[in-house]
T-cell receptor, first 114, second 114 residues
């Protein structure tokens, strides 16, 4: 059963701590994406990767880092430099060679800073 | 610079009536448009899409209309059902840009009242 798995579903972080959100897909998709959802602001792109060992900054990359060591995995680290990390984080994937193809999304991770 | 805008944060309709969700875009390079549906604490799911070479695409109760000259698209749901209550995101992509990167609007919360 192919899909995208994000874990954990809920995550709490103390101020000043780094935290890593997991995203795994078994759809054999080349491209993977991280979005952040805040009320009234829609989905904003943090980072994306079109191929293993390569990734690009999105619109709001400051305070975040990613890696793409395997095709199936695209973890996102929220660093202490991110000033307002409390949000709902969504990971997505798509086939790279199909322009305009829609994304498949994971079920999201709710991050709360305490 | 918000390239995809959904100006109505919310919409309420009666069951059985038509729901019309609107989306405007500013980037004339966009040539593929999609609508996603999102329930709380879940990832968005693909609903329907349209290429810029068409002005209408229909799938069951869902129809998307594209007016390229006005840079406007709309999603019609007929008849509306209580299960349609969700946040609807409009998204767009441009051929030739990196991968199939999507730009999302802010979302519209649709409530269908029984």
């Amino acid at each position: 059963d192919g899909g995208i798995t994000q874990s954990p579903k809920y995550l709490f972080r103390k101020e000043g701590q780094n935290v890593t959100l997991s995203c795994e897909q078994n759809l054999n998709h080349d491209a993977m994406y991280w979005y952040r959802q805040d009320p009234g602001q829609g989905l904003r792109l943090i980072y994306y990767s079109q191929i293993v060992n390569d990734f690009q900054k999105g619109d709001i990359a400051e305070g975040y880092s990613v890696s793409r060591e395997k095709k199936e995995s695209f973890p996102l680290t929220v660093t202490s430099a991110q000033k307002n990390p409390t949000a709902f984080y969504l990971c997505a994937s798509s086939p790279r060679d199909r322009e305009g193809y829609g994304y498949t999304f994971g079920s999201g991770t709710r991050l709360t800073v305490v | 610079d918000q390239q995809v805008k959904q100006n109505s944060p919310s919409l309420s309709v009666q069951e059985g009536r038509i729901s019309i969700l609107n989306c405007d875009y500013t980037n004339s390079m966009f040539d593929y448009f999609l609508w996603y549906k999102k329930y709380p604490a879940e990832g968005p799911t693909f609903l329907i899409s349209i290429s810029s070479i068409k002005d209408k695409n229909e799938d069951g109760r869902f129809t998307v209309f594209l007016n390229k000259s006005a840079k406007h698209l709309s999603l019609h749901i007929v008849p509306s059902q209580p299960g349609d209550s969700a946040v609807y995101f409009c998204a767009a992509s441009a051929r030739g840009t990196s991968g199939s990167r999507l730009t999302f609007g802010e979302g519209t919360q649709l409530t269908v009242n029984p």
